[in-house]
């Protein structure tokens, strides 16, 4: 059972010096929902997941989970980056190893997600020789390996040719029908309408439009 | 599953030394580079036999100084190449768990190679290791625990620099230097054939810089290392 109905955030800043990333954004994420932020470079988007991910820190505003009325603690995220989130000098096999037992899974719990993504060709290798595809895929398995309740995807086909991009999409679909919550990043209507998601619109730092209020 | 900051250190530090071992250039670099210092240092003064026991103290210390270093910069290029530290964070590992596991398997790795530069002092300087006390290893080792806490310490608040290494190495020199003064001082002192209780109280400052760097760095390294 997931440990919150709902994440909202409220009023959330975040600025780097005088550059404002975002701009007073309130959202509500609902458990089990797939949410597809949208919008050009620089608009926000990746900032807004890293908060979400506490990987940053808002500069004003908050971000806080609930069960009912009651608050929760913020659920653990699973997030996959621009940058793969990997030690280089590890194997594959070895960093999949190592956040499972950060995360207190079993590490045949890797399985899953070493057969799903196709890992098996180089997961013995250490990850410093990688492709950008490889990277990524191993960085999809790595999120997902610690049992998340959100998925947080910062353009997660970036990199991928079209056989691992539908092995990609094809999980993320078993995903959402699971009742995972996934929140991602994109630049194309791919990912959108693979996961019938919502959308949210971005632009300067701010919420331009949302498709669910639109409804 | 919650699992406890105890349990999260020790997997990190497994790790740490298996990341050590294998990323090969670091390690062989700084034990290259500390034992050049030596050698170095053997050839340009060597005027008389009692003179090793002379130079040896500095000539450490430098050897020690400069291999932390490059230790300390290898680490942390390890965390940032792929993001690695902020897929720790965002899993929720307390920042003293990352931070003492950084300490432990650094500090071992360095405590050889400060081993290995006292056995080349004794050959190269001409030192009989009879000349070296243990009280002389024990200041060598602490300040190398007490270079690794700091520079983890410093390295942590260097993390959003973008001259991170040139930051890491301007900060980190100057704020040691009651450390390394404390260390030099007991250590060419335990050389001249000081007793233990002499040089106790350098010994105390030694212990209370650790000490400080070691309580700093497991409190702060999360607030440091977060943007």
Redesign the interface.
């Known amino acids: 059972m997931a440990s919150f109905d709902r994440i909202e955030l409220r009023g959330v800043c975040k600025s780097y010096g005088s550059v404002r990333a975002l701009v007073n954004v309130d959202l509500d994420i609902r458990q089990g929902e797939s949410l597809g932020l949208l919008g050009s470079n620089g608009a926000g988007k990746s900032t807004l997941l890293?908060v979400l991910?506490?990987?940053?820190?808002p500069t004003r505003g908050a971000v806080c989970a609930w069960v009912g009325d009651a608050h929760a603690p913020l659920p653990?995220?699973?997030?996959v980056?621009h940058?793969?989130?990997?030690?280089?000098?590890?194997t594959g096999r070895?960093n999949l190893q190592?956040?499972c037992?950060?995360?207190?899974?079993a590490v045949e719990s890797a399985d899953r997600w070493r057969d799903a993504f196709d890992l098996d060709g180089f997961v013995d290798r250490?990850?410093h020789g990688y492709s950008r595809g490889q990277?990524q895929r191993l960085s999809l398995a790595?999120a997902l390996c610690?049992r998340p309740e959100v998925l947080v995807l910062d353009e997660p086909l970036t990199g991928l040719d079209r056989a691992s991009a539908q092995a990609v999409l094809s999980v993320l679909g078993e995903l959402r029908s699971e009742g995972l919550t996934v929140v991602f990043s994109s630049h194309g209507d791919t990912l959108v309408n693979a996961m019938n998601a919502r959308t949210v619109t971005m632009v300067r730092g701010r919420v331009h439009t949302d498709s669910r209020s639109a409804l | 599953m919650k699992v406890s900051a105890l349990h999260t250190w020790r997997i990190l530090t497994l790790e740490y030394f298996r990341m050590e071992w294998r990323s090969k250039l670091t390690w062989v670099h700084s034990l290259l580079f500390g034992s050049l210092v030596i050698v170095v240092a053997s050839i340009s003064f060597f005027v008389h036999p009692g003179m090793g026991a002379e130079i040896a103290p500095g000539v450490l210390w430098l050897a020690i100084a400069f291999s932390g270093t490059l230790l300390l910069t290898g680490s942390w290029s390890r965390e940032r190449e792929m993001g690695a530290l902020w897929a720790l964070q965002t899993s929720q590992v307390p920042g003293v768990a990352i931070y003492l596991a950084k300490v432990v398997s650094t500090s071992v790795v360095l405590c050889v190679m400060v081993v290995w530069f006292g056995l080349l002092s004794a050959v190269l300087l001409q030192v009989p290791l009879s000349d070296f006390p243990v009280a002389v290893w024990g200041a060598l080792l602490l300040g190398a625990l007490g270079w690794v806490a700091a520079g983890h310490v410093f390295a942590a608040v260097t993390v959003q620099s973008r001259a991170r290494d040139l930051v890491l190495t301007l900060v980190l020199f100057p704020l040691l230097t009651p450390s390394l003064l404390a260390g030099t001082v007991a250590t060419r002192a335990l050389f001249q054939g000081a007793a233990f209780v002499d040089v106790q109280g350098w010994f105390g400052l030694q212990i209370l810089f650790d000490g400080l760097f070691l309580t700093l760095g497991s409190v702060l390294f999360d607030p440091l290392t977060r943007e």
């Not at chain 1, 991910?53 to 820190?57: G, Q």
């Not at chain 1, 940058?83 to 590890?90: E, F, G, I, S």
């Open positions: 890293h991910s506490r990987m940053v820190r653990h995220c699973g997030v980056g940058a793969p989130l990997l030690y280089p000098d590890l070895e190592l956040f037992q950060i995360h207190g899974v250490v990850v990277l790595r610690g």
